[in-house]
């Protein structure tokens, strides 16, 4: 909460880092005093805490899977991490903690450790000596245990704290072995309740090869079946050899009708019949062909050397027409026996079909018979490779029992802690003094701030900023015009000493022909006062303009000084509804001219800029020897920016009882935030009578004196 509220209030405060250091300068007493206490009571319960140790270990847990291939990383990864998790459960499990607390020979070993355990700072004063419990030794473990994985691998990093360096030695020990022995133990359960199925389902297995080969044996009876595999492949043989029989002779067939039908075409003519080629390659054809051919070249010869009448050309052409006729008989017989062909090929074909269909009927029985018989071959086959996987089986589950090992790997055992880490007297008594002297140095800033401004000289100092005076306190009348007025009222009293006092430093301190800007943080602070008073003060030898610049709130300048609540003024000058003479008028009795704020009641931000505002002053001041501007508050409006960016000087009014340190710094913030500063600053309604503000009692002094020493000064 007071963090919360010391952030707000450094946002909006210009800090001084001389500021922050008259703060601890002021408290310093205060704050070693509560920063020692603090420091010394976190020390204290420190060394009262039982002294904690950790022992470390690294461990890995080899998976059972393998990827195979890059689109099962994803897959195999959260499979992995469901797998580490799993891992971790077991680690705190019931199971693995019971290992350790069953064995007797831990339990003593614990036991022994937990007393040698070093008593605390309370514990040696009572005297009280800490009891070992075994009942409560699974919670200890159970609490103590840390385990943690290292991102994207499988090892584990595992962690015991114990306020005994070897109690947290010997534990990550036991719980790493337990685990083993449990991870161990498991398979060995899994591969005995594994063994016991497979010996069930291979009794089941026997028993139905036997109830298979008994129907495999019973078919076989039924079909007189011994094996039909060579039968089978006799009558495919078989088949296959007609079959090919049948084409050859269809083949032949349609040759011998091909010839019987140009035969037919050729009617009777023998070239016509020679042309056909399964006659004319005939041998007997063919060689009285070749001698017919002889014959009729010899004839062709002799035609040349003898006449048709001798006896060797008669001799020639008897012998070519016996050829011829001789030719003709073959042919004939040749074409009775292609005929007769024909028909054989026709009856053979027809009885090869025959026995084709027959050969297909008893191979098709076949067929049906060895289905049957192989139905329950399969059967029996099935039931033997079973038979034969599991018992290979059991065999294997045998021998992974008797070489049983934990997929644990250790990378790093148990250490054995050499120092404790908890508790840290150094580092809690910095950390109580760091936040013990933050926490009581905000509490003190928080006073200071919101502290009435006037009694924080520390922070008034730190402003460095020029003081022009102070104006005392003055009791209210009955109306505002007498304290507007004071100054020319009452001449004599140390109200207007104080503000002859100022006029000395403005006029000593800064230029003429300038315009001074008049503001406070809050309204009720004293600026028209102030502002008005100067402007009386300064007018006495010197040419004087009073600028009423609240637009929004104008104060008593048209209510008390007697000015028509008519009369135009700064409003209509900016907003363009009147010339600057018409709004400028003289306060009676004196040269002081006057601007009031006029009827207008607008914001200054929305309808002129700072530069504007600098051509109008700068105009005034080829006039006016000083241009005083009232100026409405800072931290309500802001009107007072733009004013302030356009002036010259910027003076700054601070209020007894009113005005407080984090509104005065913040206001500061506000104009440097513009980039204008304030040159001066008033102290005002300062109690002269010595109830407060002591810093400021030397100013009693000097206004106690007589009126008459007041006029000589």
């Keep these: 909460m007071i963090n919360d509220k010391f952030e707000k209030t450094l946002?909006?405060?210009?800090?001084?880092?001389?500021?922050?250091?008259?703060i601890l300068k002021k408290y310093i007493i205060h704050i070693i005093a509560f920063v020692s206490i603090i420091t010394l009571l976190v020390l204290l319960f420190t060394l009262n805490q039982d002294k904690k140790y950790k022992s470390n270990a690294k461990i890995v847990i080899e998976p059972d899977n393998n990827i195979v291939n890059i689109q099962e990383y994803s897959t195999v990864m959260s499979d992995n991490r469901n797998r580490i998790n799993n891992q971790i459960a077991i680690f705190k499990s019931d199971q693995v903690l019971e290992y350790i607390i069953q064995d007797k020979e831990n339990s003593k070993k614990f036991q022994n450790f937990f007393l040698e355990n070093n008593q605390n700072f309370i514990q040696k004063i009572f005297n009280k000596k800490k009891n070992f419990n075994i009942n409560s030794l699974k919670g200890m473990l159970s609490s103590s245990l840390g385990i943690s994985n290292v991102k994207n691998s499988d090892i584990l990093i595992l962690s015991f704290i114990s306020t005994n360096p070897r109690v947290a030695k010997l534990a990550l020990?036991?719980?790493?072995?337990?685990?083993?022995?449990?991870?161990?133990?498991?398979?060995?359960?899994?591969?005995?309740?594994?063994?016991?199925?497979i010996s069930d389902r291979l009794n089941i297995l026997v028993e139905q090869m036997d109830l298979a080969q008994k129907k495999l044996s019973q078919y076989k009876q039924e079909n007189d079946l011994v094996d039909t595999g060579n039968v089978k492949q006799l009558k495919i043989n078989e088949i296959q050899s007609i079959s090919k029989r049948i084409i050859d002779a269809?083949?032949?067939?349609?040759?011998?009708?091909?010839?019987?039908?140009?035969?037919?075409?050729a009617e009777g003519d023998m070239d016509a019949l020679l042309a056909i080629q399964d006659l004319k390659n005939r041998k007997e054809i063919s060689d009285i062909k070749d001698l017919l051919n002889s014959n009729e070249s010899n004839l062709e010869s002799l035609s040349l050397i003898y006449t048709e009448k001798h006896p060797k050309i008669i001799q020639a052409k008897n012998q070519n027409q016996s050829l011829k006729k001789q030719l003709?008989?073959?042919?004939?017989?040749?074409?009775?026996q292609k005929a007769f062909e024909l028909s054989n090929l026709d009856s053979f074909i027809k009885l090869s079909e025959k026995e084709m269909e027959k050969l297909t009927d008893e191979l098709r029985e076949i067929e049906e018979k060895e289905s049957g018989m192989l139905k329950y071959t399969r059967e029996l086959e099935s039931s033997k490779k079973l038979y034969e996987s599991f018992l290979q089986r059991i065999k294997e589950t045998n021998e992974a029992q008797n070489l049983q090992v934990s997929k644990l790997k250790i990378l790093e055992s148990p250490n054995l802690p050499g120092s404790h880490f908890y508790p840290n007297p150094v580092r809690n008594s910095l950390i109580a003094f760091i936040i013990s002297f933050i926490s009581i140095y905000a509490l003190f800033f928080l006073r200071e701030i919101n502290a009435d401004a006037l009694k924080n000289t520390e922070a008034i100092n730190s402003l460095n900023i020029l003081q022009l005076g102070t104006l005392p306190h003055v009791e209210k009348d009955k109306n505002d015009i007498d304290i507007l007025q004071k100054f020319s009222s009452d001449n004599e009293s140390i109200f207007s000493e104080s503000i002859r006092s100022c006029r000395a430093v403005v006029e000593s301190k800064f230029y003429k022909n300038k315009s001074f800007l008049i503001t406070s943080s809050n309204p009720s602070e004293g600026k028209t006062t102030f502002a008005f008073n100067l402007s009386l003060s300064l007018e006495k030898s010197n040419t004087v303009l009073f600028i009423e610049g609240d637009l929004r709130r104008p104060t008593v300048l048209s209510r008390y000084i007697g000015?028509?609540?008519k009369s135009k003024g700064l409003g209509e000058i900016i907003s363009g509804q009147c010339d600057l003479k018409e709004a400028i008028n003289k306060i009676p009795g004196t040269k002081l001219g006057v601007i009031t704020a006029g009827?207008?009641?607008?914001?200054?931000?929305?309808?002129?800029?700072?530069?504007q505002l600098k051509k109008f002053f700068d105009t005034l001041k080829i006039n006016y020897n000083y241009i005083i501007i009232d100026s409405p508050p800072i931290q309500p409006v802001s009107d007072t920016?733009?004013?302030?960016?356009?002036?010259d000087h910027n003076f700054f009014i601070i209020r007894a009882e009113e005005t407080k340190t984090g509104s005065l710094m913040s206001s500061i913030k506000k104009i440097k935030s513009v980039g204008a500063k304030i040159d001066g600053i008033v102290l005002n309604d300062i109690d002269i009578s010595g109830r407060g503000y002591g810093y400021y009692n030397y100013y009693q002094s000097y206004y106690g004196r007589e009126a008459s020493d007041l006029q000589k000064t």
């Excluded at 083949?251 to 039908?261: E, I, P, R």
């Excluded at 920016?641 to 002036?647: S, T």
């Design 173 to 197: 020990e036991q719980v790493i072995s337990s685990y083993q022995r449990y991870e161990i133990d498991s398979k060995i359960e899994i591969t005995n309740y594994a063994n016991e199925k």
């Design 599 to 611: 009827q207008i009641k607008i914001d200054m931000s929305d309808i002129v800029s700072k530069d």
């Design 328 to 336: 003709n008989k073959i042919l004939n017989e040749n074409i009775e």
């Design 563 to 565: 000015f028509d609540n």
């Design 250 to 265: 269809k083949q032949n067939y349609q040759n011998q009708q091909n010839d019987l039908l140009s035969i037919k075409v």
């Design 641 to 647: 920016l733009i004013l302030a960016q356009a002036v």
């Design 11 to 22: 946002d909006y405060i210009d800090l001084d880092p001389k500021f922050l250091i008259s």
